[in-house]
DNA sequence: GTTATTGTAAACAAGC
DNA sequence: CGCTTGTTTACAATAA
């Protein structure tokens, strides 16, 4: 019967019509254009898994594959046969994550260590492309053992601090080193290698870099790549605006410096920039040659991403120790329209008529979502691209406070929807304030700080926030001089959250023979403490479960962890469920400064908070 | 198949 | 009158 109705039958008739075009639009990246439970229409879903699969064209690779002894595995197999997910499927996670890490060891050998591989001249080297597909394989085993452990954190048995996800990936850097990718634009240059790959996969440069840019979201997904932010934003971050700068300047192109053609492996001499166009529109012209090359500086770009990632993280734990403030923006990984949750959480938290930040300007700041995402956000993330209904609720091990602690900087940039039920971000925003009580409006505005996606379709969204906020019992309306707070009744909400793993031996069976047993303790920790403390899970929690054996954590979890300390130790939890504010607390700006350290580093770029206090141009849906 | 949960839409009322 | 806030109902989708 449901699949008889294509569309979502709206109840309502004449409404449901102008209704429906804007709400397309909002789900379109959840349900994509295919229908109701079509995972592969799911664009950010997709986007990892094409991240996967179809960035490194394992099919093309396939020719070439018996030049490497790798063992045959499915894993190597072609994606049109069989894809990361039913890979997944197929074996069970210690399986993926041994046979991951074998074939990625094994290539890493091959690459690193055959010194023919080291050949200068690989434009006469016919191992060339065995080394393109070396490094693709890496590329494409690296993401999937990412994408393996984003897996393992949906099912909520893995914590993984940020950054934490990139460290496998770092390990490629260190193996492709820039003289390899030198050599891999020359081997790319002397061959079509991925010739077929890029005819596979579609890939169109023809529009310049804002699609090379985002091709990785465009082949997978092109409603959500073409479906830009309220503020004019792509959803996938494209340094476009940086390389068109550049274009309009005069006498000046990206490509061209110091006499010579920089296109990656190319370094032709040209006499000045007419002549370098010429060669530019001969050499470089759109062809297979090309894109492919496009396509490897895109993973190149990438990595480097990650890896900037990673060493900003490191910088703000490093300065955060020293007690020291950044010196300076970090305009790449930090966009500047950020703000700080908690700061901005206190600031906003009583004083009307602030609240409501600016969402990210496109002029301003290029969403990072790439840069943020796969790295720190754990996988339950990824619900949002599947059914609507797929929320995490809480309800397995993956506490929000941590989830929220360790991504909230990806779901404030990243127009993804949060993977957590309306009832849990509710009672989420009202326990993070020092006084658990929280008007309707200012939790609007927590949504609206917190989660980029909760910047348009404001009418749908709120609607269901009044509307939780009446129908459960947990949230409790308490009238105040002011007008009227909304507190959570913490018994009521653990009384309607449904048992947790201690009453599921089936659930714990499962994650027993499915992981070892550091994950378990750890999610099983992490449970404990979700369920017992009704307020914001300590810091000692996410250290235990971070510490399980499974996944090596080290200082990269220090913001997330340090955040929790900021939300838990400077205002410790009280042990009275409701306390009724009797006037707004105002002048607690600056009660936390350490915030401004612990949240991420874009607070330190923000001036003052308040600048971001107009309203937002939402409904910006036509 | 049933039930509970959740999200969405909408009607409605009260207050400002 | 318009908006916000709050309540309620209805329905669909999903998971248990």
Redesign the pocket.
Known sequence: ??ES?PQ?????G???G???G??EG??CPEEGGGG??QPSSCPPCCFLLQQATGLSSPSSNEGKQPAVQVPVSVAMMSPQMITPQQMQQILSPPQLQALLQQQQAIMLQQVTLDPAELDPFPLEHPLGNKQLAFQQQLLQMQQLQQQHLLNLQRQGLVSLPPGQGTVPLQTLPQAVCPSDLQQLWKEVTAAQPVEDSIKQEGLDLTTNTSNSTSFSAAKVSPPISHHPLPNGQSTMHTPRRDSSSHEETPGSHPLYGHGECKWPGCETLCEDLGQFVKHLNTEHALDDRSTAQCRVQMQVVQQLEIQLAKESERLQAMMAHLHMRPSEPKPFSQPLNLVSSATLSKSTSDTFPDGLPHPPTSATAPITPLRQGPSVISSSTLHNM??????N?E??CTPISSELAQNHEFYKNADV?PP??????IRQAILETPDRQL???EI?NWFTRMFAYFRR?T??????V???????KC?V?VENVK????TVDEHEYQK???PKMTGSPTLVKNMISGLGYGALNASYQAALAESSFPLLNSPTMINTSSASGMLHVGHDDVSSTVEQVNSNGSFPPRSHPVHVKEEPAEAEDDSRPVSLMATTNQNVTIPDDRDLEEELPVEDLS
Do not use: D, M
């Open positions: 019967l449901r109705s979502r039958t709206s109840p309502a004449p409404a449901s102008c209704c429906s804007e709400l909002q789900r109701r439970g599947g059914p609507i209904r797929r929320r609720s309800k397995f929807r957590f039920t309306y009832a849990s971000l008007t309707l409006n609007y379709n009418a749908t969204w709120k609607n269901a009044r509307h939780n906020l009446s129908l459960h949230f309306r007008g009227a707070v909304w309607r959250r449904p």
